[in-house]
């Protein structure tokens, strides 16, 4: 079976350099699959948890969570370099649903408080929301 390279590498450390057989992520265009050989492309992502899949069967795919950043594909390697990127067993489960709570808080306070006293910034609060919601989806834990 052919492979290609992935390599995702955050601000603080290089996450994952392996062969894979296939990596399915969300960028700001919408979901692609990659598989070896795939055309050239760069693309910015949205957070999300990204599924990369060591061979096509059933059994065989790892989840990462990604905090938002660039994709670059040549035929023989996928870069990615990430704002935040959490493979499950990294992730604090208890810290990922705070940080969800407290971004929801956030959301509901923008939408309930008067448009011209609204202190949030409703954009910082959706991402921080986004990201909490992929870091819990990598680990398979419910949102509370």
Known sequence: MATIRLEVV??????CDREIGMLIVRSTGGELGILPR???LLTGL???VMRIKSGLGAGDEELMAIGG?????TPEKITILAA????PKDIDVARAQAAYQRA??????YKSAPKDSASIDIDRAQLALARAMARLAATKNPIN
């Open 104 to 109: 929801k808080q956030r959301i509901d306070e």
């Open 69 to 73: 950043g660039f994709m670059e594909v």
């Open 38 to 40: 795939h055309a050239p």
């Open 10 to 15: 955050s601000p603080d450390r290089q996450v």
């Open 84 to 87: 935040a990127a959490e493979e």
């Open 46 to 48: 949205v957070p999300h």
